[in-house]
């Protein structure tokens, strides 16, 4: 229960700033936001040394060249970052947090799909109240797009979600984020 409910809020947090991010940026948004939200590979094995665990060797040359990297995609002349770099990078921040507390309640024995089937109940419950307070949803608009709403909601998110907890429960987060960071190479494709 507190796995899900956790897991819940961290990616609810994590969407949110993602897709917020991703709609405030100007230029090559959703190659920049997959690069930018990639970044959780570095984060979680940095989160993860403060957490005391060993992390592989390759990070230490990692970071740097995915700093260099966020620098060139996202620094404007004057060094400046926009708003929505600035909330794509939060998203990879949360999105770190729940790979952690994934591995974290996995290792403590919590059932995958379960903390799954509880962590999607709290992004709904959460994300709807978010709807009505930040957003005035239109019914209309919504039934219009009922397939993708399904598609999205189902299979783009509930699957693969899903697996990500069922897989976690058998790898280290730094294995589980480097697998996962394909989605950064999909963004840009």
Known sequence: LIAGILCGIALTIASYCQ????????????GKAGFIT????????????????RIPKIVAICVPIATLGFYLLCIKSGFTIEYGD????????????????????????ANPIKTSCIQF??????????????????????????FEIMYAGFLSSGIAYTLQIVAQKDADPTSATLIMSLESVFAVL
């Open 19 to 30: 897709q917020k991010g991703i709609s405030l940026m100007t230029d090559n948004a959703s």
């Open 38 to 53: 990639a970044l959780y590979i570095v984060f979680t094995p940095i989160f993860g040394v403060i957490l005391k665990r």
């Open 86 to 109: 600035v909330l794509t990078l939060a998203s990879a921040f949360f999105f770190t947090f729940h790979i952690l507390i994934i591995d974290y309640f996995m290792e403590k024995g």
């Open 121 to 146: 109940l709290v992004v709904g419950i959460l994300s709807l109240i978010c709807a009505f307070v930040f957003e005035t949803p239109d019914f209309s608009i919504i039934w219009n797009a009922k």
